[in-house]
């Protein structure tokens, strides 16, 4: 699995353990950055790059998932999800990361490096990244009202 991962300076210390300890369990791992510490860095630009190649990837039949990290994880997230097809999910413990794919099919991870230590974090990413979705007739009508809406606008009942 290819796995894009992008954060700001708050999560430096993070990515640099994930990229090397996920790539050591053979995942593809693709940095987006930042390269330099720059505690006035700007994470959108680095997690926005991040999500469109997770869907890139996913359209082209790549098997790839994102990491985006930060503080909090939460601006993150929310930049991530401004990437039309993307799901980003902010997981704190190992059942919400989980959960995110098992039902949401969620295929970019948000995590808070000040939340964490190397070992949660590290715990809650691989969780999220061996979660299969479920697959249930309810979750894929959820998502595909939730791609209905950003695709069209249109509020599906």
């Not at 097809?85 to 413990?93: D, I, S, T």
């Amino acid at each position: 699995m290819r796995v894009h991962i992008a954060t700001d300076h708050a999560g430096m210390e993070l990515s640099a353990h994930l990229i090397t300890a996920l790539a050591a369990k053979g995942y593809d791992m693709v940095d987006h950055g930042p390269q330099a510490y720059d505690a006035e860095d700007d994470y959108p630009s680095f997690c926005i790059n991040a999500a469109l190649a997770v869907v890139a990837d996913q359209k082209a039949g790549v098997d790839a998932l994102g990491i985006v990290l930060g503080g909090s994880g939460n601006g993150e997230q929310i930049a991530a999800n401004k990437v039309k097809g993307v799901r980003a999910a902010l997981a704190w413990n190992l059942s919400t990361a989980r959960l995110a794919r098992e039902h949401n099919d969620a295929n970019v991870v948000a995590v808070g490096g000040r939340q964490h230590s190397v070992e949660e974090a590290t715990e809650i990413i691989e969780a999220f990244l061996a979660e299969p979705f479920s697959d249930a007739e309810r979750h894929v009508r959820r998502i595909g009202k939730i791609a209905t809406y950003e695709t069209t606008g249109d509020v599906v009942e």
